[in-house]
């Protein structure tokens, strides 16, 4: 029973680097979104989707794509790496009309 | 959409009933109240949410005031494992595109 699914757990990353964070998730969600979570803070939203296809902008969506060709798969694109985008990203999926929200274990991401 | 005003952080002494307060002033009549917490580097986790009624399951109670206007959660027992931060969200009945939106929260801390 996966539920989602990050990878990778650690990443260090130059300035100016981009990279992409992997999110699956195996529980047929239409609705799955980005957070941030930098030291001692709450978590911010920076993108999210209702559904294959479909995405828009959180909170915190500068320097951040995102895709989703499938109900499954939601990555998010770092496009050029900053020091200040160094944080902790959770991954969370839910049911449309569900009331519960699933998150990932996170990525530790460390830009140098 | 309501915003929500928790105390940024609360001790409690093991054994001893936790209550958190949340204060949703401006929530509307088609929104829930939900809680969920973050124990240390780990994804949020969801606890309750409720409506109008006080709701309990094995995890904790809900008190929510009967002009909605504030909530408590209540952990009856807590124990260290509850050291935590514990997030109160206000969010449409109808969530379909709803962004949940975090907050920093209120950080528990349980004393032995």
């Known amino acids: 029973n996966a539920g989602v699914t990050q990878t990778p757990k650690f990443q260090v990353l130059k300035t100016g680097q981009s990279m992409t964070l992997q999110c699956a998730q195996d529980?047929?969600?239409?609705?799955m979104s980005w957070y941030r979570q930098d030291p001692g803070m709450g978590l911010r939203l920076i993108h999210y989707s209702v559904g294959a296809g479909i995405t828009d902008q959180g909170e915190v969506p500068n320097g951040y794509n995102v895709s989703r060709s499938t109900t499954e798969d939601f990555p998010l694109r770092l496009l050029s790496a900053a020091p200040s985008q160094t944080s902790v990203y959770f991954c969370a999926s839910r049911r449309q009309g569900g009331d519960t929200i699933y998150f990932g274990e996170g990525s530790w991401l460390t830009v140098v | 959409d309501a915003k929500t005003t928790q105390p940024t952080s609360m001790d409690c002494a093991e054994g001893r009933a936790a209550n958190l307060p949340c204060n949703h002033s401006?929530?509307?009549?088609?929104?829930?109240v939900y809680w969920y917490r973050q124990i240390h580097s780990q994804g949020p986790q969801y606890i309750i949410h409720g409506l109008k009624n006080n709701e309990t399951n094995e995890m904790a109670s809900l008190i929510i005031t009967e002009d909605r206007k504030s909530s408590t959660l209540i952990l009856p027992h807590a124990t260290l494992r509850d050291t935590a931060v514990y997030y109160c969200?206000?969010?449409?009945?109808?969530?379909?595109?709803?962004?949940?939106?975090f907050g920093t929260g209120t950080r528990l801390k349980v004393l032995a």
């Open positions: 969200i206000v969010r449409p009945i109808t969530s379909g595109t709803y962004k949940y939106i």
């Open positions: 529980m047929n969600h239409e609705y």
């Open positions: 401006t929530i509307s009549g088609n929104e829930y």
